[in-house]
């Protein structure tokens, strides 16, 4: 054990263990700057700072030393919210886990989370990122960014390559992390690189997270993923996983706005339907401008089902071209669109997208699958399926034929759900460029 001073009434601790691990507490908005020496993956070092006296119990260390720590990663704060002034008003400390936490997209979504924006002015979040063996320098980058940016709301920051540890009492977990399709790879080989992260995934979340923890799944292909992280996580309620269809309705809608010369603020009701891919189906029968019917408003029906559609579903695959890469920013900001529309009521008469367990739906749509449809929520993280919608020919031929697109991905991925054995037969090669 190495004892330094650090002030008459503060000093620090470090003792040494199996795995890295680098915690920092946190007292009176004091800082501990320190960063973990060079070491092998065999090294762990584990540091707290805390009061030497009693009378203010901000962190307290364990009584056993060689317990070991509750917090892991490059830094852990902690604090007694009540011991300060400022923090008495705020509500009870959240823990979020991010997996691909060291991708672009986490890179623009944990400082939204970080601020505020996401959960609101007083709502304290911890952060649990989970990375890989491969990108664990770079989590290490992220979490010391995080710790530069002073983020009053931040109050701890945890990293590891360990789904089991990260997952450990969450409410939130946002499963961005998953393998990108590389050159000759077949759709299928895809779903099953990709569907047995997720189903380890969800057998973590099964063992350790809160048992409301609500899942949203990023990584592609998103709602597929989302089915078997679901199926390996009985212990928690189906309604509560999620696959992210808001980048397609936010693109949906600045598309109508593009048409009808309005903001896009002006754009409602907007539903995409199905799967997140080429087969997905922007609704502009129930959407609408100015609170009118959009074909009302836009006179051009050949427009709407022709380019519009189009545009929507392949609105990746040009941004690519342009911008050389995939769409990372506006997938944070819809991924915080997301849970918002979870944690705060929806307006009256409007509704969202998302990606969820289709078992009882209203709409005759094939059950036991993730599909996107249109939600209402009373802001307490739950939501409910909007019964007011209406379908023509044209509508339900586009739902059918995602339907059975999505169908085919839960044969293909039978094996991860508990289901028997595989059968791929999909029909097409739809998924979106962006996983090309």
Known sequence: MA???????????????????FSIRLANHRRCALRPSPRTRSTRISCSVAPNQVQ????????????????????????????????????????????GAAGMISNHLLFKLASGEVFGPDQPIALKLLGSERS???????AMELEDSLFPLLREVKISIDPYEVFQDVEWALLIGAKPRGPGMERAGLLDINGQIFAEQGKALNAGASRNVKVLVVGNP?????????????????????????????????QLALKAGVFYDKVSNMTIWGNHSTTQVPDFLNARINGLPVKEVIKDHKWLEEEFTEKVQKRGGVLIKKWGRSSAASTAVSIV?????????TPEGDWFSSGVYTTGNPYGIAEDIVFSMPCRSKGDGDYELVKDVIFDEYLLKRITKTEAEL????RCVAHLTGEGIAFCDLPEDTMLPGEM
């Open 337 to 345: 669109d997301a849970i918002r529309s979870l944690v705060t009521p």
């Open 136 to 142: 664990f320098q770079a989590l290490e980058g992220v």
């Open 3 to 21: 004892v330094a001073e650090l002030s008459p009434s503060y000093s620090k601790i470090c003792l040494h263990s199996s795995q890295v691990s």
């Open 222 to 254: 998103c709602n597929t993923n989302a089915l078997i992280c679901m199926k390996n996580a009985p212990n928690i309620p189906a309604k509560n996983f999620h696959a992210l269809t808001r980048l397609d309705e936010n693109r949906a809608k600045c």
């Open 56 to 99: 203010a119990p901000v962190a307290v260390l364990p009584e056993d030393p060689n317990k070991k720590s509750d917090c892991f990663g490059i830094f852990c704060l902690t604090y007694d919210l009540k011991a300060e002034e400022e923090t008495k008003s705020w509500k009870k400390l959240i823990n979020i886990a991010v997996s």
């Open 407 to 410: 169908l085919a991905e839960k």
